[in-house]
């Protein structure tokens, strides 16, 4: 499919037999735009409107699509296309189907943009559109209308018409068909080279629908190549009819007896993808992510993705510069007068692993221990990909329903230990990059060791608080003053509930 990149309207036809009709819609100054280049325009297209088509740089300035390349959004990486459906959509009714169904599918369909294009549909409210310089106004309450809409975006409402039931059409691929008009596209049978690939029946040559398009890239009737084949399988491309002489509407080239082999894939072909991108001009990827983190020359300084690219925002007293690739870097500013700010501390996270009823772990200390082997990897995953310190401990309390003259026997055993906290980076041999597995296995060890000097006693639900306690005051655990402080409670205490009874 080539991208067709000036103003004209259109509308899917059906599958099987369903009527090839002009069911389409323009306003009065781009009929007049179109007219003025010979292209008559059947009177049933055009809606009536207040624009001035006596005016000749307003009718050019409708004569060409515009893209929807207004609203890009760094954090999405995606230029965002608000839509809204028109009051009193839901309540729509045509024969079995309803707006409210039709409004649950054209959800489902076109939430597909965001994961095959750079390219996200936000559904917003009716009230939320002036927020906004264009919109896509869906609406239904025209049944003559069809599943039908315009070219590109226009400023303040784009109007797409959706019957309740368009939703059925074509094996549900008409819904993305017409919004991909609004984003700018025509029909792949319109395309240029076409003759290439099928034959249009003499009786729809000439129709708005069929009419082949001429090469070049700034006039109506227009296209560009972007370098992608010819797509049978494009939602844009209409299905093949049967005329009253039983010929199809569209052949393939040089047999007007054989079918076109047209079979739309839902919800949108790879080429109609590609061309939407190429189109839009952008690339799916996270550049930032790609750029790793040193990306704009520190982690410090901030990374916002583009659609080609990323752009650097450095931290006051660096400057952007821009080598000859394009790459963007920060750099400290020439200004001696200038003082950088220094970069921002690492967030300091603190994790404890309290263990309760440690007594009663005999039968599964392996396992325990070996837990804490894994949240310790986790913590150097943490601190390789954020710009975060790590630090990992873990307690051991004892259940507080004590045995028979507990208190007065001699034990070497005891209620509580702690191994205090450490940063995770001790576990990381000198090269900076391998985990040291003879640590980890020596804390687990400890663990194992230490669980096996612990009291055993009844459970209580009291016992989790009181650990917990304890383990956030003692003063053996190092908690730092300015960290993010968390404790992971491993514990056999059921709890009873009115409601629910054991859980």
Known sequence: MKLFKFFAVSSAVGATERPETDDVFMNQCQ???????????????????????????????????????????????????????????????????????????????????????????????????DDYTSVIRVYGDDPNKECSSGIGRSFGDSFVHMRADCYTWNEGTTINHEFMHRLGFLHEHSRADRDEHVTIHANKVNDWNYRKLTYGPSDIGQWEDLNSPYDFNSIMHYYSGTQPDGLPTISVAGNLAVRAPVDRTWPMSDQDAFQLNAYQGCEMNNKCADAGPNRCGAPFHVCLNQPIGYECVCVVGFERVIDADGVQTCIRSPDPTSEPTPPPAKLVQDMVVMIDGSGSYSGYREATCDGLKTLIRRGIDIEEKRNEKFRFGFTLYSDRTFMTEEFTRTSSRVYDLAMPLVDVSTFVKDDGKTIDEGKLDDVKQSCITRLGSMYGGGDWEEDVLSGAIWTRSADAMNWSEDSAKSIIVATDVHYWTQERGLT
């Not at 001035?52 to 999405?76: C, F, H, I, M, S």
């Not at 489902?108 to 095959?116: C, K, M, Q, Y």
């Open 31 to 129: 009929a007049a735009y179109l007219e003025s280049k010979g292209i008559k325009i059947d009177q049933e297209m055009i809606i009536e409107d207040d624009c001035d088509k006596e005016g000749e740089e307003n009718r050019a300035a409708v004569g060409t699509v515009t893209r929807w390349t207004n609203l890009w959004d760094p954090a999405e990486n995606k230029f965002i296309v608000p839509y809204y459906f028109a009051e009193g959509y839901e309540d729509l009714v045509f024969g079995k189907h309803t707006g409210a169904r039709s409004m649950e599918v054209i959800n489902e369909n076109v939430a597909h943009f965001e994961r095959l294009t750079c390219i996200k549909m936000k559904l917003i409210t009716e009230v939320e559109k």
